[in-house]
């Protein structure tokens, strides 16, 4: 079975910092395609960041480029998202995927439950 697991998420002001995580189990193959994907109420979900577990490549939405970063901790089996210069428009829930390609939603098998970041003015 595989897992994920979303935490970290919060509310902040805009100018502000989160890292959110997520705990990833029962994969059983170690190279593959993990993202961070976002969605507001009332609009379609969108790709944030992508890492390949397998060489570290990363790849960003043009909206977070130079304020996120997209890490991962193979021995923790966690990925992160460190958000920063958070802006009111990046208020959303989170996911974490994996198992895709690059930021294409709809490539990616498995998915976590959410996370929430909301930004305030």
């Known amino acids: 079975l595989v897992q994920l697991v979303e935490s970290g998420g919060g509310s902040v002001q805009a100018g502000g910092s989160l890292r959110p995580s997520c705990v990833v189990s029962g994969l059983i193959n170690s190279r593959y395609w993990m993202g961070w994907f976002r969605q507001a109420p009332g609009k379609e979900r969108e790709g944030v960041a992508a890492?390949?577990?397998?060489?570290?490549?990363?790849y960003y939405a043009d909206p977070v480029k130079g304020r996120f970063t997209i890490s991962q901790d193979n021995g923790k089996n966690t990925l992160y998202l460190q958000m920063n210069s958070l802006k009111p428009e990046d208020t959303s829930m989170y996911y974490c995927?994996?198992?895709?390609?690059?930021?294409?939603?709809?490539?990616?098998?498995?998915w976590g439950q959410g996370t929430q970041v909301t930004v305030s003015s």
């Open positions: 890492i390949y577990t397998g060489g570290g490549l990363t």
């Open positions: 995927a994996a198992n895709g390609r690059l930021l294409l939603a709809s490539s990616y098998s498995y």
